[in-house]
């Protein structure tokens, strides 16, 4: 007797982080487990997490971060 085992492994896939408002996200891949990494431009200062994580359900971890701050008007 011959048998076959076929094994699928389905990746989750979180897609684009909503765009970070004065800031960036440093990373490509956007599957379970990857991180992004936040970067907020020059005069912003990171509020919250500075990274991001793909979790198992599709989502990313930690969207709740922005950056914050005000340009000095020179």
Do not use: A
Request: net charge neutral; charged share 15%; aromatic share 10%.
């Amino acid at each position: 007797h011959t048998f076959q085992l076929t094994i699928t492994i389905y990746t989750k896939d979180c897609g684009q982080p909503q765009p970070l408002k004065n800031g960036s996200f440093i990373g490509e891949k956007t599957v379970y487990p990857n991180i992004m990494h936040l970067i907020c431009d020059e005069g912003f200062i990171l509020r919250g997490s500075f990274q991001i994580k793909c979790q198992t359900d599709g989502n990313w971890s930690n969207t709740s971060s922005f950056c914050d701050g005000k340009q000095s008007v020179g």
